[in-house]
């Protein structure tokens, strides 16, 4: 099927592309062609006339976990490892598949309304993957492991996850990848890292770990000492100090290379900095989360000086209390402006580039999506811009929307209906049930 999109700006988010108005061709789930007057060459085909809007790449939201939707609210003035305690999955605490299917159908759909058309989503359970999938949007999904829980079991249920995570990708649609993420160095031993280097680079699988969220990280690896390491003894977990840094032991296990999504990164040297921008690592900058849960700031400009693939995300919902990437842009545009005490820190353009080529170039989505070329999915938004005031800056106009302003969601050409309202009232009726039941 082909289509021709028109609109007052198109934003094809090459670097050499500026706003202007223009026409997206649109046929068999691919981009053909992009330009001015395509309809007057091609008369025959329809045209959708989007008027006063932008159209330009879907948003890549690239460290997500949807699954922990449900749990949005709970808990409040909580550090990293506290809100771990309180709201992680593990087990003993793991609630049952059909509430987590609607924790992640609702996840995903708020992504949707609000734009988004690719999520990297990190699932403890595998059930994002079928959530995601049915909501009509990309991902790379990353079957989460905690390879201390496995002890020195570990092959064998490795090996099982590894079956999972086979199982998953058959079971979904080519918009679907599966992945594995070791969760992060002090829920995963060497070994397991290691096997997980090992295996996802065998077998071409994309990875995905949580990296130096906070100061404790540190502590926990270099010495045993520190919050962390004081609740993982609580679970009866060993603490083995390795005297490195996070990222060190990422490295010596082999984790530091191109197809790996590291979510975080905080707390880094800027030689550490440099070594990841040189791995060709993606790099996935979550304000908002590191924001609530007082883990600090990322650094945003010694990222940018040494040309990291770096993407934006939201993490959970349980931990930035709403899956709304515009927020989301406009909290990450303040937040380095403040901290560095310059207004030029960081651009509107910069953040939407950020929130879109850069988080498929951090996913290693890059030949696929993130920016409207010929022969690149057809994953597209167009932002209603039609309340805008002459002279605005186009950048910041298309920052300062909301969900509410997007009137197209295309993935490979397909438009996309978010559930949000059949999702919520579906996940609440789960919970209320749980809630009854404990009575």
């Known amino acids: 099927m082909s289509i021709i999109y028109s609109a007052e700006y198109v934003l094809t988010m090459e670097s050499d592309g500026s706003p202007k108005p223009g026409q997206v061709w649109v046929e068999d789930g691919l981009i053909r062609e992009v330009?001015?007057?395509?309809?007057?060459?091609?008369?025959?085909?329809?045209?959708?006339?989007?008027?006063?809007a932008a159209l330009l790449p879907g948003f890549v939201n690239a460290h997500s976990h949807v699954e922990y939707t449900m749990s949005r609210g709970h808990h409040d003035s909580l550090n990293l490892w506290e809100w771990l305690n309180r709201v992680g999955f593990r087990r003993g605490r793991v609630p049952d598949a059909d509430l987590i299917a609607a924790s992640a159908r609702l996840g995903a759909a708020e992504c949707a309304y609000s734009g988004i058309t690719c999520l990297g989503d990190c699932s403890f359970s595998g059930i994002a993957a079928s959530a995601i999938d049915e909501s009509g949007l990309r991902g790379i999904v990353y079957k989460e492991l905690f390879g201390q829980s496995m002890g020195l079991d570990y092959e064998r249920q490795f090996a099982n996850v590894l079956v999972e995570a086979q199982r998953l990708q058959r079971s979904t649609s080519d918009r679907i990848t599966i992945g594995l993420s070791p969760h992060t160095v002090y829920t995963s031993s060497i070994e397991v890292l290691e096997l997980c280097a090992k295996t996802c680079t065998h077998l071409d699988m994309p990875m995905a770990m949580h990296l130096a969220e906070t100061c404790a990280e540190q502590e926990y690896t270099r010495s045993g000492t520190g919050p962390i390491a004081d609740w993982r003894r609580q679970l009866g977990y060993e603490v083995n100090p390795s005297g490195l840094t996070p990222l060190e032991v990422m490295r010596s296990a082999g984790v530091l290379c191109e197809n790996v999504a590291l979510a975080h990164c905080v707390h880094l040297s800027d030689d550490e900095i440099e070594m990841i921008s040189q791995s060709g690592a993606g790099v996935i900058h979550c304000p908002r989360s590191n924001a609530y849960l007082g883990a600090g700031i990322f650094s945003y400009n010694k990222f940018k000086q040494n040309d990291a693939n770096v993407g934006l995300g939201t993490d959970s919902a349980a931990s930035c209390l709403r899956l709304d990437f515009f927020e989301e842009m406009r909290f990450a545009a303040?937040?380095?402006?403040?901290?560095?005490?310059?207004?030029?820190?960081?651009?509107?353009?910069?953040?939407?580039?950020?929130?879109?080529?850069?988080?498929?170039?951090?996913?290693?989505?890059?030949?696929?999506?993130?920016?409207?070329?010929?022969?690149?999915?057809?994953?597209?938004?167009?932002?209603?811009?039609?309340?805008?005031l002459p002279g605005e800056d186009i950048y910041l106009s298309i920052i300062s929307k909301s969900p509410d302003s997007i009137k197209l969601r295309l993935v490979d050409g397909k438009p996309v209906s978010p559930r949000v309202e059949h999702s919520n009232n579906d996940l609440k009726r789960l919970m209320e049930r749980g809630e009854l039941e404990k009575q």
């Open 35 to 52: 330009g001015q007057a395509i309809s007057k060459k091609h008369p025959h085909l329809p045209l959708i006339d989007l008027g006063e």
């Open 334 to 388: 303040a937040l380095h402006r403040a901290a560095s005490q310059d207004a030029a820190a960081i651009s509107a353009k910069q953040v939407l580039e950020l929130a879109t080529v850069g988080g498929a170039k951090a996913l290693g989505l890059s030949k696929k999506i993130g920016c409207l070329k010929p022969g690149m999915r057809a994953d597209m938004i167009a932002v209603d811009l039609g309340e805008s």
